[in-house]
């Protein structure tokens, strides 16, 4: 298969047969280069942690689920380096390439799955999402993408980074693939009929005009009875604020020993993050987590068992792919206002491509749904 897209790791490619039959017998999925598959290493974006690391010994527990639900893997893809970004631009591997919108960045750090079934070389794919690495990719290329229920897919196999936001999460070109994808790798649900639309109007309001605009037939396809929220009665940039705190503090502690050890190398914006992170360790987070924990119990007081919470997934449009640093850092700092919200809960969050600009860039619709909803969550999506 030919990778006109930049979506797959280069070098040999990494791929295994699905079992014979399974109820997705037939499909072929990409994943993730986090993911380890038994006898090759896995890369996570960075030439150093490949040298450093050995061949994998198992194979990660979701990447077996599927291919013993029948399913092909037919490579691994590109990831930003150790899933430190929300671009989809690596300095080492290069940057997907964006079916939707070619000079525009296809979102990270799972990039590569984004694209590569955007771009029809995989009928689904794996990725992960600790802050927003499955949503903002998704919304970037037009794609549903679920980050699940904090801790409903077992993370073994998979290189994490902030254990307490850590999720994996997956790609598909339409909702009823995403629903048998679910069906294979989430738990059992309960039978949840949702009957009311929360509409965040601060969320709405950290948007941009163009995706506020573009997203407004899109929230009214939806069909519930409709009801204007406030999320963050003390701001929701206060959310972000405590939960980028949290997420440094977890990726500083992953990573520190190894690059201590390594001295590896890094993009800037990586080593940015690297750094901050160092910054960040002896600092006390108890203020941190009690936002955490008043951000969790508001949303879950909103949503109760049967409501659905709506918002833009990305504050903006895909950025250039040759924006400049400040332009990068900017759009990721607007991108996290948003994502931290269903992250500090934990809570499931799809992505609807139901919108576009008039030159046909994708605008991505989220739904966060309650806790331990996925299933319900995601044949909803597949009956609209």
């Known amino acids: 298969m030919r990778d006109d897209l930049g979506a797959f790791v280069a070098g040999p490619r990494v791929t295994a047969a699905g079992a014979a039959t399974g109820p997705l017998a037939g499909w072929t999925f990409a994943a993730k280069d986090l993911f380890d598959v038994q006898g090759h290493v896995t890369g ?14 198992s194979t990660a527990w979701c990447v077996q689920r599927l ?59 794996l990725g992960t999402d600790s802050g927003g690495s499955v949503r903002i990719p998704s919304s970037f290329t037009g794609l549903y993408g ?12 998979l290189m994490t980074q ?48 163009v995706v506020r605009d573009g997203l407004q037939p899109a929230v009214q396809r939806i069909g519930l009875a409709t009801r204007d929220v406030t999320l963050a009665p003390e701001g929701i940039l206060e959310w972000c604020r405590q939960q980028r705190l949290l997420q440094s503090f977890e990726f500083g502690r ?12 890094f993009s800037l914006e990586v080593a940015r993050s690297l750094v901050g992170a160092a910054a960040v360790q002896h600092l006390d987070l108890g203020e941190a987590r009690a936002v955490r924990a008043q951000a969790t119990a508001r949303l879950e007081s909103l949503l109760g068992s049967n409501r659905l919470l709506c918002l833009p997934t990305a504050p903006v449009l895909p950025i250039r792919r040759d924006a400049s640093l400040s332009e990068m850092g900017a759009a990721c700092d607007r991108i996290i206002e948003l994502t931290c919200i269903a992250g500090l809960a934990g809570l499931p969050q799809i992505n609807l491509p139901w919108a576009q600009t008039a030159d046909g860039i994708p605008i991505g619709l989220s739904l966060i749904g309650p806790r331990g909803s996925d299933l319900a969550l995601l044949a909803w999506a597949a009956a609209h």
Do not use: M, Q, Y
Request: hydrophobic share 45%; net charge negative.
């Open 44 to 57: 996570c974006g960075n030439p150093d942690w490949a040298r450093t690391h050995t061949a994998a010994g």
């Open 67 to 125: 291919l013993d639900a029948g399913a092909t893997l037919v490579g691994k893809t590109v990831t930003d380096e150790i899933s430190l970004g929300l671009l989809g631009i690596n300095r080492f591997d290069g940057t997907p390439i964006n079916p939707r919108a070619p000079g525009r960045v296809a979102g990270g750090s799972s990039s590569g799955s984004a694209a590569a079934v955007a771009g029809g070389l995989a009928d689904v794919a």
């Open 146 to 157: 679920l980050r699940p229920t904090h801790g409903a897919i077992p993370v073994d196999g």
């Open 162 to 209: 902030s254990p307490s936001f850590d999720t994996v999460g997956f790609f598909a070109a339409d909702a009823a693939r995403l629903l048998a994808l679910g069906r294979v790798l989430l738990p059992p649900g309960t039978d949840t009929r949702f009957d009311e639309l929360l509409v965040a109007t601060d969320a709405f309001a950290l948007a941009d005009a």
């Open 254 to 265: 992953t990573f520190a020993d190894w690059v201590d050890r390594t001295n590896p190398r």
